[in-house]
């Protein structure tokens, strides 16, 4: 045997001792963040990516981060396509830690560590991370074992996820970004929708209320999963009200997006483009 007998680098009461100290650490100079497993509802598999995505859960859990200067990353850049905020940070957790709180989860890809596209929400910025890489060797077998990952993260860019986590802060993320439709209700019961509960037209789910507004009967709805015209009878699941649409305002605007040029490309793509043309290529 080529090293010297008499000398053990794996002594499971010091990896013990070991850890206790990184876990007593982590929980002194780190911050409370939550850990948000990524539940994938619709996947593409040619080009093996997620289609559509839910965040139900929200782990609250101690992290430190390593970027004590502030975020890395590119920072705030101006492109043709607007500002985009590039920041990145590194997450340290523990392996305890992820076994107790995490790893039980049942929408994980893998228990053993966490995953890559699973969100960390810093509540001291305010800030969404998207998970990019998780280094599990670094530091490398200290005392024999490994007792951190380290998750490489960059800001989170919202693509119509679906948060049901329970956390207003979190949860209004989707609120303020997701593609909402007003519309204006008349006749009805005189219940009130509730927020978040599913909005259906008959027996099917057709979209999830955002507000309801009673003086003015305007209902702001999201995930919508149909076309919504007037005169349809939309049914709260949970309160039970129960209005008729009158009016819908108009798809091409965005409340929650001031920038949106969607009615520009609108009146300005006739000039350009011939929709009713059947044979661009060829005689009709």
Partial sequence: MPTNVFFNHAVSTEQQLYEDLVVESLRIYGHETYYLPRQVIEEDTILNEDVQSKFGDAYSVEMYIENAEGFEGEGDLMSKFGVQVRDQATFVIS????????????????????????????????????IKFVEHEDPFYQVGKLFVFKLRCELFEYSQEDFDT????????????????????????????????????????????????????????????????VNDVLVGAVSGAQFTITSIDDRMTFANDAAAQNLDFESKDSSYLDLSETNPFGEP
């Fill in 166 to 229: 329970g956390i207003g802060d979190i949860d209004l993320i989707e609120d303020e970004q997701a593609y909402s439709l007003s519309m204006t209700m008349g006749s009805g019961n005189s219940k009130d929708y509730v927020a978040n509960e599913d909005i259906k037209i008959g027996s099917t789910v057709v979209a999830e209320a955002v507000s309801w507004h009673q003086p003015t009967s305007k209902l702001l709805a999201k995930d919508i999963t149909t076309t919504l015209e």
């Fill in 95 to 130: 392996l305890r830690s992820w076994e107790r709180f995490i790893s039980l989860d049942s929408n994980l890809a893998t228990s053993f560590r966490p995953n890559e596209g699973d969100l960390v929400y810093f509540p001291l910025s305010g800030s969404m991370f998207e």
